[in-house]
């Protein structure tokens, strides 16, 4: 994959932590913990707890100390929040985020065994059909759906925070969901159901 192919990066977000987010910008989880600003928690607590525990190799910092981004959100965690389509968006941030000093990628979902590599290093070894395919489910072969599984929810991963002029948009999955973001948010949301399930 090359940076040309990357049009922008997503953030899966309850729709009430906006505000919270346009103030703060995207935290880590570790920092969220400490400025006690996420009002609603739509992370799976198992996988929370294991990423918890892991270290970035190279770095004296856990996963929990970075903020992180999916190439795209169209994955298995949103899939897993699909009931709560009303209450969640899609954060579209600009790919100049990858240019932040310290940025990691990742090959799969981070909680997983996976490969943590700088954006040079990292990004011509993801392939981009797999990143971005729409369904990665085969019912012929569970190790190769687990595996792309995996690989769609690859992660761009920034030290602490994200600033939130990195932030260009939003998408939401129906026109409820539109609207209480619009209520509480100036950002540039759209209705985008083919992005959710």
């Known amino acids: 994959m090359n940076r040309e192919d990357i049009e922008e990066l997503h953030f899966i977000a309850a729709i009430k932590n906006v505000p919270s987010i346009m103030k703060h910008g995207i935290v880590s989880h570790n920092m969220s913990k400490r400025l006690k ?7 799976e607590p198992g996988v ?3 990423r918890a525990v892991k270290e970035i190799p190279g770095t004296k910092k856990k996963l929990h100390d970075y ?7 169209h994955n298995p965690m949103l899939s897993a929040r699909r009931s709560e389509n009303n209450n969640i968006c899609v954060l579209r941030l600009s790919p100049t985020v990858l240019d932040i000093d310290g940025v990691v ?9 996976c ?12 392939d981009k059909d797999e990143v971005y395919m729409e369904f990665w489910t085969d019912s012929n072969n569970p190790i190769n ?10 992660e761009v991963l920034v030290p602490n925070f994200i600033p939130t ?11 409820m969901a539109l609207n209480k973001l619009c209520e509480i948010s100036g950002l540039n ?5 083919e992005l959710f399930f």
Do not use: H
């Open 48 to 50: 929370q707890e294991r």
């Open 105 to 113: 990628i990742t090959d799969q979902n981070a909680a997983r065994p």
């Open 165 to 175: 002029d990195y932030i260009v948009g939003a998408y939401a999955a129906n026109e």
């Open 189 to 193: 949301a759209i209705i985008k159901n």
């Open 145 to 154: 759906q687990y595996r792309l599984s995996g690989i769609k929810c690859a």
């Open 115 to 126: 490969w943590f590599k700088t954006v040079d290093e990292g990004l011509p070894l993801l």
């Open 67 to 73: 903020a992180n981004l999916y190439f795209d959100a």
């Open 37 to 43: 600003i996420v009002e609603c928690d739509i992370s």
